[in-house]
């Protein structure tokens, strides 16, 4: 959400923002946001005026009183009753107006960075670097689902009936490993300086609306019936929802986090061949990144998040590719955003692998995340993050570039802890 003295003293440049979006049915909302606006701020004045009128009135009665001029001060006292209803209704109409000025404010996206690429959609998305070499090896890799079950390491059937499609059961050594990931994932992290969290799995309203858009919170959410509660789609969602309605030294700041979770999201829509199987579901787990930082230091952070990303695959000797995604295929939240993506040898392509944003401070104007200077004053603070790792999905990017022509499947070196020794998988 954008700030509304902003969007006053800068329509035209909401507008153009909207318009890079492709998302021009909005532009309209910029004009209401104005003309509410203006109707607050008339409402405000005349309600000062009137209770100022209020307390020269009520002296004016009294006088009136003492001199016996009861008629006259009964004719004073309808008009202070008839400013008091006045009143009342200004109250209502700002509040009313307030009420359509944050329906639009939560939908008008937020102002992208200059250097995001103009595009419609993640087809016009735009490739920034490679790290390590994509290798096809001579020998034929099998879907991950058939490599799995070769080692008895998943049931989709089982899990199919007792959850339905979306969900699978993992075990023995691929069980293991994707336990083993994810505690790498961990331990790489606190490495690098960030604090270990377990958060809530459950949020509710307040911080869901504070977090996301409300198209990406009808796609993903799982609501608990009866309930203000939501299954999390991402640890991203409380981390971030831990700072709510709160003001933080600007000294105490940065504040940076890994924190692990189970995600549930609901994945609407038909999904083709390749996003079968671990792919995309309604359940798995995750290792995420979130900072909360100062203005000027987003930047920095943003690009230290997604290279944590890329050096993780990279010890892990899988072929990674950054992505710059386009203004079209931003949330509204962001000011800008990139996927990490991982090479299938299988497909003889990247796919996506994890996401890093930078959201200004969009998320913190929503949850009231406030940073005070030495001096006092106050602003919003800004908030960035990234997964690290999200173990169903990097399975098949493992699986598949650690893949021996014998059917096995190497363990490299930085996780052979984690596996009790394993070197390989057979």
């Known amino acids: 959400m954008i700030d509304i003295k902003f969007l006053r003293e800068n329509p035209d440049i909401v507008k153009e923002n909207i318009k890079k979006k492709f998302q021009d049915q909005k532009l309209v909302m910029v004009d209401e946001v104005i003309d509410f606006d203006q109707k607050i701020r008339a ?6 005026s009137l209770r100022a009128a209020r307390n020269t009135l009520s002296k004016q009665i009294g006088g009136l009183m003492k001199e016996g001029k009861k008629e006259e001060a009964e004719a004073v006292k309808a008009q202070v009753k008839a400013n008091a209803d006045r009143l009342a209704e200004l109250e209502e109409e700002e509040k009313r107006c307030a009420e359509e000025i944050e329906k639009r404010m939560l939908l008008i996206p937020n102002i992208i960075d200059d250097s995001v690429p103009i595009g419609k959609d ?20 099998p879907y991950h689902t058939e490599i799995m079950a070769k080692f008895d390491g998943i049931d989709l059937d089982a899990a199919g009936r007792v959850a339905g499609n979306g969900f699978y059961y993992l075990m023995g050594d691929i069980a293991r490993l994707h336990s083993a990931v994810i505690s ?18 459950m949020i509710r309203s307040a911080v869901v609306t504070g977090v996301m858009s409300f198209e990406e919170m009808d796609a993903m959410m799982y609501k608990i019936e009866g309930e203000d509660l939501y299954l999390i789609g991402t640890s991203e969602h409380s981390m971030i929802g831990k700072f709510i309605d709160t003001i933080h030294e600007e000294a105490a700041l940065p504040y940076t986090y890994t924190s692990y979770s189970p995600c549930f999201r609901k994945e609407k829509g038909a999904h083709g061949i390749e996003e079968r199987g671990v792919y995309r579901i309604h359940q798995f787990e995750k290792q995420e990144m979130i900072v909360v930082c100062r203005p000027e230091e ?18 892990l000797d899988i072929p990674v590719r950054t992505l710059e995604c386009c203004s079209g295929d931003l949330a509204d939240l962001k000011v800008k955003s990139c996927d990490v993506e991982a090479w299938s040898p299988r497909q003889k392509k990247y796919f996506e692998v994890g996401s890093c944003s930078n959201l200004g401070d969009a998320q913190a104007r929503r949850l ?22 999200a173990p169903p999905r990097m399975l098949i990017a493992f699986l598949e570039n650690n893949l021996q022509e014998d059917g096995s499947v190497r363990i490299p070196e930085v996780l052979r802890p984690y596996m009790g020794g394993m070197e390989r998988i057979g």
């Open 43 to 48: 409402a405000k004045g005349e309600g000062d």
């Open 122 to 141: 993640d087809t016009q998305n735009v490739e920034i670097e490679r790290f390590g070499e994509p290798v096809v090896p001579d020998f034929e890799i």
């Open 184 to 201: 790498y994932a961990r331990d790489f992290m606190i490495d690098r300086g960030f604090t270990y969290c377990v958060p809530p799995f």
């Open 298 to 315: 987003a930047f920095d952070w943003y690009n230290k998040l997604w290279r944590n990303t890329v050096d993780l695959f990279r010890s």
């Open 368 to 389: 009231k995340i406030r940073v005070r200077r030495e001096d006092g004053s106050k602003y919003f603070a800004t908030t960035l993050n990234n997964t690290v790792v």
